[in-house]
């Protein structure tokens, strides 16, 4: 199985600009093993120690990095991490389903996240301020789903793009 991370760019409007993708991988492609995960997408507030977040990188997945996908149509699967998690949080789930033959973005969620990585190593560390937001809206409201149809229209910019840049790819 391969797997590539992707930050979208020239997309003014997208909330959410990466994404992880697991993907059936070309017969015979060679590549090198993907991490896991980088430690810092692990962990939020030190729950884990230093020296076992390092770790992290060194653990091997069976997923390929940056190697062709097979040809012809997979469907398409969105995962959403739980806020904040991380892109790579179920990768184990990940690959069985890329080995099944489906296509699955997990998008993340820069300050959501506990560490949102960027592709070129720069990445967005959590923020609480939306969720203190969230929480604020909702005790004046006092109605549950506040952001309910801002975060379905931040869902739907990734997952159109996710699909744009994968027909792009053919």
Known sequence: DGIRDYKVTGVQTCALP?????????????????PYAEGREMT?????????????????THSMRDVPMA??????????????????????QMEELASRGYVVASIVHPGEAAWAAFPDGRGIPFDPAPMKKIGEDFEKSRKPGVRSEEHTSE???????????????K
């Open 18 to 34: 990466i994404f992880r993708l697991w993907y059936p991988a070309a017969t015979g492609a060679k590549g090198p093993m993907a």
């Open 155 to 169: 869902l739907q910019s990734p997952c159109n793009l996710v699909c744009r840049l994968l027909l792009e790819k």
């Open 44 to 60: 939020l507030g030190g729950f884990i120690p230093a020296p076992l977040m390092a770790q992290a990188r060194l653990v091997k």
């Open 71 to 92: 040809a012809g149509k997979w469907p398409l699967l969105i995962f959403s991490h739980g806020y904040t998690a991380y892109a790579a949080q179920n990768t184990v």
